[in-house]
């Protein structure tokens, strides 16, 4: 069965950046649309980024536009997040989801002074 | 970018049937718009029940199903248990535009 695993994350103060990582194991990792999600503290699902199977299309939430990029490694089953220039309103748990029905563990995003 | 509505709350008697909804701001939801349903229990990642309106993961359980209804997605639960109680959210992809619905919590009372 296949698994994601996620990395990355942490406090960060606002303007500062990150980069989550999200390895993926059990499943053909390149055959598959990645998206990385977000969940604000009891709030609901947000849609932050995805990329296709060999990164030629690659899709924002408008806010995190110019902000955060998404790319992958198919070599290394990996997909990334790279977030810069970081708002208070970024602060969330980051889940990266596979169209092959998989979930990562989520990592938090604490973005304080 | 286009909202995605769910009903806010619903409940459901054990062993009975449930089905739960998602539309969309732009117009009549379609396969075209590849309709995804999740479950989030508390403390839990989410898990994928069903992808593009019907299909089922290996995982997903044989009292879920999802179809198109009246111009929205749906997703239904035939036969509820009590472990089945939890917030379920719909996803929409609209050329490029993903969005989540609001949210159903789901209880089994």
């Known amino acids: 069965e296949g698994q994601l695993v996620q990395s990355g994350g942490g406090l960060v103060q606002p303007g500062g950046s990150l980069r989550l990582s999200c390895a993926a194991s059990?499943?053909?990792?390149?055959?598959?649309?990645m998206n990385w999600v977000r969940q604000a503290p009891g709030k609901g699902l947000e849609w932050v980024a995805n990329?296709?199977?060999?990164?030629?299309?690659?899709y924002y939430l408008d806010s995190v536009r110019g902000r955060f990029t998404i790319s992958r490694d198919n070599a290394k089953n990996s997909l990334y997040l790279q977030m810069n220039s970081l708002r208070a309103e970024d602060t969330a748990m980051y889940f990266c989801?596979?169209?092959?029905?998989?979930w990562g563990q989520g990592t938090l995003v604490t973005v304080s002074s | 970018q286009a909202v995605v509505t769910q009903e806010p709350s619903l409940t459901v008697s054990p062993g009975g049937t449930v089905t739960l909804t998602c539309g969309s701001s732009?117009?009549?939801?379609?396969?075209?718009?590849?309709p995804y349903w999740f479950q989030q229990k508390p403390g839990q990642a989410p898990r994928t029940l069903i992808y593009?309106?019907?299909n089922k993961h290996s995982w997903t359980p044989a009292r879920f199903s999802g179809s198109l209804l009246g111009g929205k997605a749906a997703l239904t639960l035939s036969g509820a248990q009590p472990e089945d109680e939890a917030v379920y959210y719909c996803?929409?992809?609209?050329?490029?535009?993903?969005?989540f619905g609001g949210g159903t919590k789901l209880t089994v009372l």
């Open positions: 732009t117009g009549a939801v379609t396969s075209g718009l590849y």
């Open positions: 990329i296709k199977r060999d990164g030629s299309e690659i």
């Open positions: 593009d309106t019907s």
């Open positions: 996803l929409l992809s609209h050329s490029g535009d993903v969005v």
């Open positions: 989801v596979s169209t092959a029905g998989y």
């Open positions: 059990g499943f053909t990792f390149s055959s598959y649309w």
